[in-house]
């Protein structure tokens, strides 16, 4: 949409790019990480769109607008910055709005995939998974190499803005500094939403009221636990359990 904004997109190699060899990569080697091998007292979340989980996606999306905005913003604040112009029937990629967000959009990838490998208690931590390590490795160590030096097949092949090693050095630091700042900030984000301050359904008050349990046995649980007296004595129980027919 920011792209869109500016009249331009990501060229067909950065979108191959993007789901070939990161979007893939990274979902079939996240699935590699295995159970940890001792069970604990709680249970993971069983909903997908429990208030934890929605509040963790909402912040970590304001996280990653705010770096993907601000990051346009300083690059239309530099002086040699020309804003993209071009006839709109032509496909024109080579503006250094598609590269900035290009970069910044494919270490976030990274960032979120490690912010939401969980690990511990139910998973063992993510140091373990050696493919997701090294699939990682090769994603960042590409994605950087792409930003201060490439070969111009390379960039011609991503339709890229080409630049020289010492040409706008400080602008490409930027970027990785920036990304680094939004890995921070995701980071202490997730761990405080998810394992500081879990939310729970069962809270009550004005500010959460009371939700019938949608499990059945806990319903009968519940009952049982605030009025017992409708139950049979347990010698009763025996007694008629006693008088079944036996085959």
Known sequence: MLLYYVQTNFSDGMFLYVDLFVITTLAVTMSYAEPCTELVAGRPQSSLVSQSNITSLLLQLIIVTVGQVGMLKYLQSQPWYTRPNHDPEEDVYNYWDTATLFFVSRYQYLIMAVVFSTGPPFQKPLWSNFWFLGNLAVLFCFTTFLLFQAFPSVKGFFDMVRWRSE?????????????????????????YVNKRVPCSSGRTGPWYPSQLQKNRYKVVELEIIQDPSWLAPKTTMLKHFDDFPKS
């Open 167 to 191: 040409e706008k050095i400080h602008f490409r630091m930027t970027i990785l500094m920036v990304c680094g700042l939004s890995w921070i900030f995701s980071h202490v984000v997730e761990e």
